[in-house]
């Protein structure tokens, strides 16, 4: 392959320049920071840049996004430590989901078929009430179904279905998930139907 002929092609960041530059200088150190350990400053510099954000949503220090104006988080999110949201395509995080620390959500690939090394994004859809354990994994395309869990240091390139617990590299499913109760399912409706 060539590196020195790789292009983005139609690829674009969504985002005018000086933004980028804005984000990059001001906004990223925000989110980021472990001097700033307050979830609300972190938010509120997130909405600025264009993410749409619900109530009461966990930022921890360490915390990485990519580009603020393609996310979407539901109610009563945890973002924990050193999470790095590599959302070149949008990132969509349901209600009461749980990022836990060092979880990689990579939405960018490359065609290794390609001489140029083309770049190929999708996007990735956590929904509700799932848990990403620590170090895990998620790539391109995935939807983490309904109540799911990705366990500790798992890789998964693929969706997962709803309310089942997988775990390896690649992650295969090891049982099913039984909820003692059901009463958060429904507390609050979709973040796009609620805020709008």
């Known amino acids: 392959m ?11 960041p969504g985002a005018p320049y000086w933004k980028q530059l804005l984000w990059y200088f001001i906004g990223s150190p925000i989110v980021s920071s472990y001097w700033m350990p307050f979830s609300s400053l972190k938010v509120a510099t997130l909405r600025l840049f264009g993410a749409t ?16 104006w393609r996310l979407t988080i539901g109610h009563h999110v945890w973002i924990g430590e ?26 960018g690939n490359h065609d290794w078929s390609h001489p140029n090394f083309e770049l190929i994004t999708a996007p990735i859809h956590v929904q509700q009430s ?3 354990a620590a170090r895990s994994v998620i790539g391109p395309g995935v939807t983490i179904g309904k ?20 775990a390896g590299n690649p992650a295969q499913p090891i049982k099913s998930r039984k909820m003692i109760s059901h009463h958060l399912d429904d507390d609050l409706n979709p973040l796009s139907e609620s805020l709008s």
């Open 2 to 12: 060539r590196l020195d002929r790789y292009t983005l092609g139609n690829y674009t």
């Open 53 to 68: 954000i619900g109530q009461g949503v966990r930022v921890k220090p360490g915390v990485r996004v990519k580009f603020p």
């Open 82 to 107: 050193d999470a790095w949201l590599d959302n070149l395509a949008h990132i969509q995080i349901d209600n009461y989901a749980c990022v836990s620390q060092n979880v990689y959500l990579c939405t």
């Open 130 to 132: 799932s848990w990403l």
């Open 147 to 166: 109540g799911a869990i990705l366990a500790l240091g798992s890789v998964t390139g693929r969706s997962l279905e709803p309310n089942t617990i997988y």
